[in-house]
């Protein structure tokens, strides 16, 4: 297995990458390879200040990145030396396993759409986080951003993403899928979501249980929620805030450390023909290095291959 990481992507890049680079190699077998792409000269320098052989390690030589502030198709186009382009040829030509980066998620997500596309059947992929439940178990959202606008059609297929996700790599038997709404009720919510409902409950590819409303998103009510990429994404910057003012605060307490995004690394892009994951961009090194690890953890699942059987 080789799983690339693209070093120059981040805030605090390509010191963090590197490091997390370092942190997540220990945790790997010996056949798990991972493959850094970026600075080579850079990288090197950063593992011999820390004591560690660049041999570790394969390398992809690039001083070319997409910036965070880039306008993400054009920047796709117009450097194919980038780190994150040259990474997207690596995975459709099958020279890595999966791709990591905490740069330009919108470049990500080009690359996912128009280098290794979408897997038959999946009408939008979706970007999928990772939500604490008060039992201090779990959850997943899914979209968290990638869809801003969409169609009844498109929830139900994040369900059924979702819930692929849940059971192969989060090991949860027959997850329960639920639709976030305003309301508990059959008949409440706005036009999308009445819409969505009955394609949710129809299906026979998940375990659906209903609406659920924003105060029990957090609860045990479901392990995969299921809503559009906007409403996703100010859910996902919502909770984020919980645990910087809870450590703001001084609050320590075991479920407001589960939202720490440290300790999921990474978002998956489901749907697609590979995995690919899109790091936060302030990811520490410890994101990068658990970012890392969940990639591994997607391909030993066999989760792209298990999606496509459920499309096709």
């Not at 297995?1 to 077998?29: C, H, R």
Request: aromatic residues 8%.
């Amino acid at each position: 297995m080789k799983i690339g990481l693209d070093i120059m992507g981040g805030d605090f890049a390509p010191q963090a990458t590197v490091l997390g680079a370092i942190a997540a190699y220990e945790s790997l077998k010996p056949d798990q390879k991972l493959v850094l792409i970026g600075d080579r000269d850079v990288a090197e320098a950063i593992l011999r200040e820390h004591n560690v052989s660049p041999d570790h390690f394969e390398f992809v030589h690039t001083t070319e990145m997409i910036g965070m502030g880039e306008h993400p198709t054009k920047a796709f186009v117009q450097k194919p030396n980038s780190s994150i382009s040259l990474g997207f040829k690596m995975l459709k030509e099958g020279a890595i396993d999966a791709l990591s980066s905490a740069g330009n998620s919108g470049a990500m997500l080009v690359g996912a759409m128009f280098t290794v596309k979408t897997i038959p059947g999946v009408l939008r992929p979706a970007i999928t986080s990772i939500i604490p439940q008060s039992k201090l178990t779990l959850g997943i959202l899914v979209d968290a951003g990638a869809n801003a606008d969409c169609k009844p059609e498109f929830l139900l297929q994040f369900g059924i993403l979702g819930s692929l996700f849940a059971q192969h790599v989060y090991h949860v038997d027959n997850p329960r899928v639920a639709l976030m709404n305003i309301g508990e009720e059959e008949e409440k919510g706005n036009i999308l979501c009445l819409a969505a409902y009955p394609l949710l409950k129809a299906s026979k590819l998940i375990n659906f249980v209903g609406n659920v409303e924003g105060r029990n998103a957090f609860n045990d009510f479901a392990e995969v929620v299921v809503t559009d990429g906007f409403t996703g994404n100010v859910i996902l910057k919502l909770a984020e805030s919980f645990y910087e003012i809870a450590v703001k605060r001084n609050i320590r307490d075991d479920f407001f450390d589960l939202f720490n995004y440290e300790q999921y690394g990474g978002s998956p892009i489901l749907g697609i023909n590979a995995p690919v994951l899109v790091g936060h961009g302030i990811s520490t090194p410890e994101a990068i290095k658990n970012m890392v690890l969940l990639s591994r953890d997607i391909v030993e699942s066999g989760l792209v291959e298990k999606i496509k059987q459920a499309f096709q």
